[in-house]
């Protein structure tokens, strides 16, 4: 399962700060090792897994990112 959910799990999101989101700190490759953690093993479950998220957040620019370095892997890899 995806570390996002794992963190939520563990901690709980009551000890954040108002406002906070867990994944504030993380980088585009923190989403995109998630993403393929999430996928294990199939490209467009690990793409899903972005989308979602940036449907969640579609102002941040990191998912963003990540989305699209993850489908160029994804299509050179098939």
């Given at each position: 399962m995806?570390?996002?959910i794992d963190?939520?799990?563990?901690?709980g999101t009551a000890k954040l700060a108002q406002g906070t989101?867990?994944?504030?700190?993380?980088?585009?490759a923190d989403f995109m090792l998630d993403a393929l953690s999430?996928?294990?093993?199939?490209w467009p479950r690990s793409l899903r897994y972005l989308e979602t998220a940036m449907k969640a957040?579609?102002?941040?620019?990191?998912?963003?990112?990540?989305?699209?370095?993850?489908?160029a892997i994804a299509a050179s890899a098939m």
């Open positions: 995806g570390e996002m963190v939520a799990r563990k901690r989101r867990i994944t504030d700190r993380w980088t585009k999430y996928g294990q093993r199939s957040a579609p102002k941040d620019p990191r998912l963003r990112e990540a989305y699209d370095e993850l489908s």
